[in-house]
């Protein structure tokens, strides 16, 4: 028998509905805003990490345990380094850091084992004789590395480590002075960042052909900002730009580095 349904009890039901969804929604909306302002909507249980670390490692992550599952395919990680199986290495770094994106070790030392490690062993890989192919392998190990680090920047985007690592990779692996310059100098920019990175970052524009002025002028502010900035490097890089942009003598910086040998500068090999 078909129940006869109040209208004032419908009406109730949608006022109240209505009322308390205005009231909750700008708790949403706050609570949307600081997740996506802390990252955490960053990581994406999908298909593929399925496929990765197996059935039962995805539901141990789906059940709120993706902190040690993350360590235990890390242990692995580790394992493949070892052996140098990079394959599966690169793969289990995939897993670990989707898993944990804001731990900046992860990303920091994924980089490093594709940039580094996996690259020199690409280049001594006497199992291919042709050099050509050698160092495009490593090419591409030093590329994975990049992509480590470009995508734990964009999810910890406020920490300096990772945009420091960047840095150096850009500096030492691509010869891409210009782009270890503004990386080093984003990441001194941030919070807690230490001093040394603003050095460095001057350090890099002194290598790349067309930015000497701005070169001279960080090292220079650099100089200015009083001793725990006035290292030898430093100091003996901004006598040979004065002297390679021609600045008057009595403009030059009165420090001396005659106890240090005098080296000109070069980009590193």
Request: with cysteine.
């Given at each position: ?5 109040n209208p004032l009890r419908v009406l109730f039901a949608i006022l109240f509905l209505g009322i ?120 591409h190990y030093v590329a994975l590395g990049r992509n480590f680090l470009e995508r734990g920047i ?22 891409d002075h210009g782009a270890a310059a503004d990386a080093y100098a984003k990441a001194a920019s ?80």
């Amino acid at each position: 028998m078909m129940r006869c349904v109040n209208p004032l009890r419908v009406l109730f039901a949608i006022l109240f509905l209505g009322i308390a969804g205005s009231l909750i929604l700008p708790w949403q909306i706050e609570l949307q805003h600081l997740d996506r302002s802390a990252h955490f909507r960053s990581a994406t249980l999908d298909l593929g990490l399925r496929e990765r670390v197996g059935q039962a490692a995805f539901i141990a992550a789906l059940s709120g345990f993706r902190a040690p599952v993350a360590a235990l395919l890390w242990i692995s990680a580790h394992a493949a380094w070892e052996k140098t199986e990079w394959g599966k290495m690169d793969a289990l770094f995939e897993s670990v850091t989707t898993l944990q994106p804001r731990v900046l070790l992860y990303w920091d030392i994924a980089a490093w084992h594709m940039a580094w490690n996996a690259r020199a062993s690409a280049l001594q890989d006497l199992t291919q004789p042709s050099e050509v192919l050698r160092e495009r392998s490593a090419g591409h190990y030093v590329a994975l590395g990049r992509n480590f680090l470009e995508r734990g920047i964009k999810n910890n985007p406020d920490q300096y480590l990772l945009y420091e690592s960047l840095g150096r990779l850009a500096g030492t692996r691509e010869s891409d002075h210009g782009a270890a310059a503004d990386a080093y100098a984003k990441a001194a920019s941030l919070t807690n960042a230490p001093a040394y990175l603003k050095r460095l970052a001057a350090y890099e524009s002194s290598l790349t052909p067309g930015r000497e002025r701005e070169a001279y002028e960080r090292l220079l502010s650099l100089y200015h900002e009083g001793a725990q900035q006035r290292v030898p490097t430093l100091v003996t890089r901004l006598h040979e730009f004065e002297q390679k942009l021609g600045i008057p003598k009595d403009q030059w910086v009165n420090d001396s580095v005659s106890s240090y040998p005098f080296y000109p500068l070069k980009a590193p090999k």
